[in-house]
């Protein structure tokens, strides 16, 4: 039972473009969601993340959308830029527990 | 230390063979976290740690998998008899409390 889903596993996108990566999930407990970045060889990196109080969350090229009714968030990326390719996981938590359900995460490549 | 440090980064092993793999978190962080990716899948949780209490071992596979964590600090996640559908990525993270994980760059290992 996959309580967090990200369908697409991987998307290109030209240098310059926006990048939309998307994430759903089916636990209507959870109310903090988070991205992670993932580089080969490297441990995931936090990157934004979002309050389910709050429909959208901007960290300069970074923006985080939620939609609670649709159980779906996606992260913005604009402009792309090659050093953006990377495995990107979107993960949800409920307030008060202590473990994030991590979806599969999708691979972006932005083509300079 | 600044960082989570994991190792080995990189274990070969025979099938049957047992592995430990070593985490150590963040100094001060009370909670550890081990993670697996398997090819293809996301990040599935293992086994966690808050300070002296009981862990949480709901995500073990197995009864080959056991983890440990000495002095509130280093730990150490043991596979025994090791199977290839073992072979993954594993994922060490820690937290202060409930807050936003800080990953290592994780242990390969591969079961041949």
């Known amino acids: 039972d996959q309580q967090v889903k990200q369908n697409s596993p991987s998307l290109s996108v030209q240098e310059g473009r926006i990048s939309i990566l998307n994430c759903d999930y089916t636990?209507?407990?959870?109310?903090?969601f988070l991205w992670y970045k993932k580089y080969p060889a490297e441990g995931p990196t936090f990157l934004i993340s979002?309050?389910?109080?709050?429909d959208k969350n901007e960290d300069g090229r970074f923006t985080v959308f939620l939609n609670k009714s649709a159980k779906h968030l996606s992260l913005h990326i604009v402009p792309s830029q090659p050093g953006d390719s990377a495995v990107y996981f979107c993960?949800?938590?409920?307030?008060?527990?202590?473990?994030?359900?991590f979806g599969t995460g999708t691979r972006l490549k932005v083509l300079a | 230390g600044a960082g989570v440090s994991q190792s080995p980064s990189n274990k070969v092993t025979e099938k049957g063979k047992d592995v430990e793999l070593r985490c150590d978190p963040i100094?001060?962080?009370?909670?550890l976290y081990w993670y697996r990716q398997s090819l293809g899948q996301g990040l599935e949780f293992l086994i966690y740690?808050?300070?002296?209490?009981?862990?949480?071992k709901s995500g073990l596979p197995s009864d080959r998998f056991s983890a440990e964590r000495t002095g509130g600090s280093v730990s150490t996640l043991t596979i025994q008899r090791t199977q290839q559908e073992d072979s993954a990525v594993y994922l060490c993270?820690?937290?202060?409390?409930?807050?936003?994980?800080?990953f290592g760059s994780g242990t390969r290992l591969t079961v041949v």
């Open positions: 740690f808050q300070g002296n209490s009981a862990p949480d």
């Open positions: 100094s001060g962080h009370t909670a």
């Open positions: 636990n209507s407990m959870f109310d903090y």
């Open positions: 979002i309050s389910s109080i709050k």
């Open positions: 993270a820690s937290s202060l409390g409930t807050g936003g994980y800080t």
């Open positions: 993960a949800a938590i409920t307030s008060g527990t202590y473990k994030y359900i």
